[in-house]
């Protein structure tokens, strides 16, 4: 949480480079992350058993990454991937699982009628979603640096809750 830095905490860095205790010390943080990115992460999944085809889930991270503090489709991440939805789903699931993403239920709160809902992906920390997002020459600046915001308003959100037991 920004409070245990104080005066050491620097929004810009947290918002391009994470909350990572090891991206916040690195001399080099992008090179860190990407490391992390291709080590830790995909050799965890790896090792977990969880997928056997680590190509298709890299591709598959990378899209997820364009869905980050936006609305989950599914099947646009698995367009993306040349996937069935059948595959990505049981992926999202693992991120969850090992903590690396949660989606975040659209409310439902005084529904007039039903309307269909989907809920929002978000990637644990906005330095490896930077990190595993692809950027192009239509990229939006703006764009990105509101997902990482948002990203960084749940996580304190979820630190906060987490470390106050409020459940």
Partial sequence: MASELGNAFDLSRALRFGCQPEAGTASDPA????????????????????????GSFS???????FSQATVLNLS????????ECEVVEPWIII?????????????HRRAKRDVVTHP?????????NQA???????DAPDGIAGAAAETRV??????ANDSGNVG
């Avoid at 991120?95 to 409310?107: F, H, K, N, V, Y």
């Avoid at 929002?120 to 490896?128: E, N, R, S």
């Fill in 31 to 54: 090179a860190f992350l990407r490391s992390h990115l291709t080590t830790d992460l995909r050799e965890e999944v790896q090792q977990e058993g969880l997928t056997r085809n680590l």
């Fill in 59 to 65: 591709r598959f991270l990378e899209a997820a990454s």
């Fill in 76 to 83: 646009e991440v698995a367009r993306e991937c040349s996937m």
């Fill in 95 to 107: 991120l969850e699982d090992l903590l690396l993403a949660i989606r975040l239920p659209a409310s």
């Fill in 120 to 128: 929002k992906l978000f990637l644990f920390d906005t330095g490896v």
């Fill in 132 to 138: 595993v997002r692809p950027r192009g020459p239509l």
């Fill in 154 to 159: 749940i996580a304190h959100l979820r630190a």
